[in-house]
């Protein structure tokens, strides 16, 4: 693996010149939605312990693989038990 001039957070500091807004960092991120227009994210500031959420076009994920593997996993899976909630009434309607 290399390591860039300076250390590691030097990426951060690559990111952060060109964006609008210093990426945020210090943070816990409890949610993660996708919506039509982009993302909601929220999380909590380590420092502080406040709640908080922001919309953005998009989001960059900094996590470990597995870990945000393993989170995609869950979220899918929320998703198919909530569509399968929705479907069921429909269903059972039907075979009555």
Request: glycine share 8%; aromatic share 4%; charged share 20%.
């Amino acid at each position: 693996m290399f390591e860039p001039v300076g250390g590691m957070d030097r990426i951060h500091a690559g990111f952060d010149r060109n964006l609008r807004r210093p990426a945020i960092r210090g943070a816990e991120v409890t949610q993660i939605r996708h919506t039509a227009s982009g993302v909601d994210v929220t999380y909590r500031d380590t420092t502080s312990d406040v709640v908080q959420s922001v919309r953005a076009d998009y989001i960059i994920c900094t996590m470990e693989g597995g870990i945000q593997s393993a989170q995609m996993q869950v979220m899918a899976l929320a998703r198919r038990v909530a569509a399968q909630a929705a479907l069921t009434p429909a269903l059972n309607r039907r075979a009555a």
